[in-house]
C-alpha cells in the first residue's frame, strides 16, 4: 500500500514563499506522475502542477511563473516551491501519487495525502 505524507504548510503574507514537501513510501519502485491539488474554502479540488518521471513539469495558468514543482525519484520525494504567494493561492494543499509500483504488486497505484494548510494573509 503507498502511502503519500506533505509537509511544508504554514502562514505566509503575501508576497512571500513556502515550499511544501511530499514522500511516498510502501517498497516503492517508481511512479508515473506526482502531482500537487489544492481546495480553497467552497470550491472544488484543483489541479496546481505535476512532475512526470521523465518529462516536463506541468502548471495550472495561475501558478505559472511563481510555482515551480521538483522531484527526487531516489527518494520518491516531490517539492513545490510557492513564490509571490497570494491570498487566493490559500488553500489545503494534496499530494497525488499516480501509477506507483511498488516491490509486493505489479498493479499501478494511485494515492493522495492528507494535505497540508497553506494560508496567505496579512
Known amino acids: 500500500q503507498v502511502q503519500v505524507v506533505e509537509s511544508g504548510g504554514g502562514l505566509v503574507q503575501p508576497g512571500g514563499s513556502l515550499r511544501l514537501s511530499c514522500a511516498a513510501s510502501g517498497n516503492i519502485l517508481s511512479i508515473n506522475v506526482m502531482a500537487w491539488y489544492r481546495q480553497g474554502p467552497g470550491i472544488q479540488r484543483e489541479f496546481v502542477a505535476a512532475?512526470?518521471?521523465?518529462?516536463?513539469?506541468i502548471y495550472a495558468d495561475s501558478v505559472k511563473g511563481r510555482f515551480t514543482i521538483s522531484r527526487d525519484n531516489a527518494k520518491n520525494t516531490v517539492y513545490l516551491q510557492m513564490n509571490s504567494l497570494k491570498v487566493e493561492d490559500t488553500a489545503v494543499y494534496y499530494c497525488?501519487?499516480?501509477?506507483?509500483?511498488?516491490?509486493?504488486?505489479?498493479?499501478?497505484?494511485?494515492?493522495w495525502g492528507q494535505g497540508a494548510q497553506v494560508t496567505v494573509s496579512s
Open positions: 512532475a512526470t518521471s521523465n518529462g516536463s513539469p
Open positions: 497525488n501519487v499516480q501509477g506507483a509500483i511498488t516491490a509486493t504488486t505489479s498493479r499501478r497505484q494511485n494515492a
